[in-house]
């Protein structure tokens, strides 16, 4: 089974910075996207940040030039940089991906999200 374990969540001033990181474990094949959701109360799940299979990156506007994207492929994480935080950077984060198995099986698979806290 995929498991996707993340971590580096916290409080932290306006203008500070944090990194997340998420492993991926299990019978991994191929992971096709890997990236960051995040979700503010009363908010929809927003999607912050992504790889594509082809290493093309995504950020939503609101982070670009402070938040960045990376992975090392040969321990299966992602991580998210993210510098000067803003209060409205608020919310729970949570790790994607979109991961083929070595039976063939394509899921969609979550971390357990983790609480990012920007105080002003």
């Known amino acids: 089974q995929v498991q996707l374990v993340e971590s580096g969540g916290g409080l932290v001033q306006a203008g500070g910075s944090l990194r997340l990181s998420c492993a991926v474990s299990?019978?991994?094949?191929?992971?096709?996207?890997l990236g960051w959701y995040r979700q503010a109360p009363g908010k929809q799940r927003e999607l912050v940040a992504r790889f594509a299979s082809g290493g093309d990156t995504y950020y939503t506007d609101s982070v670009k030039g402070r938040f960045t994207i990376s992975r090392d492929n040969a321990k299966n994480t992602v991580y998210l940089q993210m510098n000067s935080l803003k209060p409205e950077d608020t919310a729970v984060y949570y790790c994607?991906?979109?991961?083929?198995?070595?039976?063939?099986?394509?899921?969609?698979?979550w971390g357990q999200g983790t609480q990012v806290t920007v105080s002003s």
């Open positions: 994607d991906g979109e991961i083929v198995q070595v039976d063939g099986m394509v899921g969609r698979y």
């Open positions: 299990g019978s991994i094949f191929s992971i096709n996207l």
